[in-house]
């Protein structure tokens, strides 16, 4: 398998290198058709030194209809040179993976894996079994404050909880991919959209955020029946394709 020069990759570190600078300017991923890896973090400001980097990357894949694996991966990177003079390359000094397989709907973790590739001490892994704890969460509502209340300080890795605060939200959007795949595979039509369905689609995003607060506007709008607003990506991605953009409604329910 060929991979192109992602300068921030797992290849660096599984091939036993680090990676030889920071996140680069456009190019394809290394590891995924279709997915892109811009330099999507603002130039350094003038007369600025870089001293710390933390990464925090999460990818889902769907396994099947009703079940999807979420990887997230926290990575703290030390540039080349600062903890020993005249090292050419930079220092990874954190670099942890966590696999969640999440059920859909229902967003239950059923299988958990944590893994320490870099840490500062032998012993940190020692607390690698504890996550196990996890299994039988769920994913959606509360979680932090479980998370928390588990594994929150010496109970756990203050890394690791950053990176599972970190993940929780990226599996609410998993779920509306989860739903457009489906949706796409069975054909469905909005007119076979009750509104109980309808519902529970966008259930989990009530009171995340002001726009959907449960008593505001949008959500307002929402129950009525009339449409929901067309993501702003979508406007512009159709744009760009010179497509309508109207397409995305007949698929997102």
Known sequence: MQYSSHKLSY?????????????????ASATVEGVSTPDYF???????????????EARTYKMSDDLFLLRGVVCDEKPAGLYMAGDPDPLWVHHMVVDLEITFPMFVIQKVSVTFHERPHTHCTDIEPDYQKLVGLSIARGFNKQVKDLFGGPRGCTHIGALLAAMAPVAIQSGWSMRMGNALESLESDAATTAEQRKRSYAMNLNTCHMWDE?????????????MEIPLWITKRAKKLGRDESEWLKTRD
């Open 11 to 27: 290849l660096h570190y599984l091939n036993g290198t680090n990676c030889p600078s920071s996140r680069s300017s456009t190019h």
């Open 42 to 56: 603002p130039a350094a400001p003038e007369g600025g030194e870089l001293i710390h980097t933390r990464f925090y």
């Open 215 to 227: 008593n505001g506007q949008m959500v307002n709008d929402i129950e009525a029946g009339l449409p």
